[in-house]
């Protein structure tokens, strides 16, 4: 949510941050909705302190034994209780409008976020890691997975397209993908480990940002729940309406879930294997920091999530997205992409982004600083750390053997029972 006050104050910078991001000038409409939720709230304070004032005035009126006074008084007051109640009813509706059009614009980008229009205009900050050199050629998880335990043929039958089934080896390493991840960000990084809820109420997807925008992305349940795109949504509400003390500050929580996204705008796209499924498993960065934190809390979270892929062995690029890529909550954002030799490309494998304020404002999060009275609104922070599904891609790619077979990460053998490789035999 954007401060009205800023807008108000600046809005030609307001419409050249929306024009960074390729969007049209609000700042207009905005202001125009603003000044008429402002005039019916003056207008609703004046009728209030004339009902209150002739209220009053009758007994004078009659104690004066001024009955005709006090029948115009009466009159009046009638009238005004009348009028209230409308004054009311339309100030609300204003307000609504107001918050509707201002819910629907995304976050401004930092001015260190790059200009540009798509994935095409992003910044490689650096790279990591030595790419494969295969002495065969290299095939796509889809390809290698089938024999090993990943079944995408079952899961059409039972649930349809963009779901799996993972079985044996596979299914042990994912788990062990997942774990690892876990105790690294808890055991070195200083997160705490949280396990919530997977279905929440529109709240906290407004909170977050994914509503009312993006309401044909998620899947909602039939009593009226939603079923949680990202553990970013129940971690980050966790503070939602609360008044945080400065030195409860930085809360920094992860979480291992299932996530359900309807993939509504990825028709065509990656329809094949695990890369864009309707239901994922994802562990999640969560940090809640005062806002002279979040730039260098940006770069730690960033750091953690990258840690995964270094102990992985796992090669990637670091990206800065551009103002035109970003997600709609953030105002800056790194994407982290792993190298995927079946695809010969990178892809995305983590996404961390400063959200600033602006969540913090639609969650109404604020914290007071020591020694003063007034609160201020916290700065979120979230990122993937790492996307299960698509780190057990990229170690299925990766480690591929000319056999069929995939060798385990040394890192991840204590969690695989001392299991080093995973064959169809």
């Given amino acids: 949510m954007?401060?009205?006050?800023?807008?108000?104050?600046?809005?030609?910078?307001?419409?050249?941050?929306?024009?960074?991001?390729?969007?049209?000038?609000?700042?207009?409409?905005?202001?125009?909705?603003?000044?008429?939720?402002?005039?019916?709230?003056?207008a609703l304070q004046t009728a209030l302190a004339a009902r209150n004032d002739a209220s009053k005035a009758i007994g004078a009126a009659?104690?004066?034994?001024?009955?005709?006074?006090?029948?115009?008084?009466?009159?009046?007051?009638?009238?005004?209780?009348?009028?209230?109640?409308?004054?009311?009813?339309?100030?609300?509706?204003?307000?609504?409008?107001?918050?509707?059009?201002?819910?629907?614009?995304?976050?401004l980008a930092d001015p260190s976020v790059p200009q540009g229009a798509d994935e095409n205009d992003n910044k490689i900050i650096h790279l990591r890691g030595v790419v494969p050199q295969l002495s065969f050629e290299g095939r796509e998880h889809h390809e290698i997975g089938p024999p090993l335990g990943l079944d995408f043929e079952t899961a059409q039958k039972v649930?349809?397209?963009?779901?799996?089934?993972?079985?044996?080896?596979?299914?042990?390493?994912?788990?062990?993908?997942?774990?690892?991840?876990?105790?690294?960000?808890?055991?070195?990084?200083?997160?705490?480990?949280?396990a919530p809820p997977v279905l929440?109420?529109?709240?906290?997807?407004?909170?977050?940002?994914?509503?009312?925008?993006?309401?044909?992305?998620?899947?909602?349940?039939?009593?009226?729940?939603?079923?949680?795109?990202?553990?970013?949504?129940?971690?980050?509400?966790?503070?939602?309406?609360?008044?945080?003390?400065?030195?409860?500050?930085?809360?920094?929580?992860?979480?291992?879930?299932?996530?359900?996204?309807?993939?509504?705008?990825?028709?065509?796209?990656?329809?094949?294997?695990?890369?864009?499924?309707?239901?994922?498993?994802?562990?999640?960065?969560?940090?809640?920091?005062c806002p002279e934190a979040s730039e260098a809390e940006h770069e730690r979270m960033t750091s953690c999530a990258e840690a995964v892929l270094e102990r992985l062995g796992l090669p990637f690029r670091r990206m800065l997205l551009c103002s035109g890529d970003m997600g709609f909550s953030a105002q800056k954002t790194f994407d982290l992409e792993v190298w995927l030799p079946g695809q010969r490309r990178y892809r995305e494998i983590s996404s961390c982004s400063n959200c600033g304020d602006f969540q913090a404002r639609r969650m109404n999060a604020r914290f007071r600083k020591d020694g003063e009275k007034g609160t201020v609104f916290a700065h979120t922070l979230n990122g993937s750390g790492l996307a299960v599904g698509?780190?057990?891609?990229?170690?299925?790619?990766?480690?591929?053997?000319?056999?069929?077979?995939?060798?385990?990460?040394?890192?991840?053998?204590?969690?695989?029972?001392?299991?080093?490789?995973?064959?169809?035999?």
């Fill in 62 to 107: 009659k104690a004066r034994n001024d009955e005709g006074e006090a029948s115009r008084l009466m009159a009046q007051v009638t009238d005004l209780k009348t009028r209230v109640p409308a004054l009311e009813a339309e100030e609300r509706e204003a307000l609504a409008s107001l918050n509707d059009v201002l819910a629907a614009i995304p976050n």
């Fill in 159 to 194: 649930s349809g397209a963009r779901f799996a089934y993972l079985r044996g080896g596979i299914a042990r390493l994912s788990r062990a993908l997942g774990q690892f991840m876990l105790d690294l960000h808890t055991g070195e990084f200083g997160y705490q480990e949280v």
């Fill in 2 to 42: 954007h401060d009205i006050r800023q807008i108000r104050e600046n809005p030609e910078a307001f419409d050249a941050a929306l024009a960074r991001r390729g969007l049209s000038a609000r700042a207009g409409e905005v202001l125009a909705l603003d000044e008429h939720w402002r005039a019916l709230t003056q």
């Fill in 390 to 425: 698509r780190a057990l891609v990229a170690v299925i790619e990766n480690y591929q053997n000319e056999d069929g077979s995939v060798s385990v990460p040394a890192v991840l053998h204590p969690y695989m029972g001392g299991l080093e490789r995973i064959s169809s035999e």
């Fill in 200 to 289: 929440v109420r529109d709240e906290a997807l407004y909170g977050t940002g994914q509503l009312p925008k993006f309401a044909e992305d998620q899947f909602r349940t039939t009593d009226g729940r939603w079923l949680i795109p990202t553990a970013e949504v129940s971690l980050t509400n966790m503070v939602r309406e609360m008044i945080l003390e400065e030195k409860e500050l930085p809360i920094r929580l992860t979480a291992l879930t299932p996530c359900f996204r309807s993939e509504a705008g990825a028709a065509g796209r990656d329809t094949r294997g695990m890369i864009r499924q309707h239901q994922f498993e994802k562990v999640e960065l969560v940090s809640i920091v």
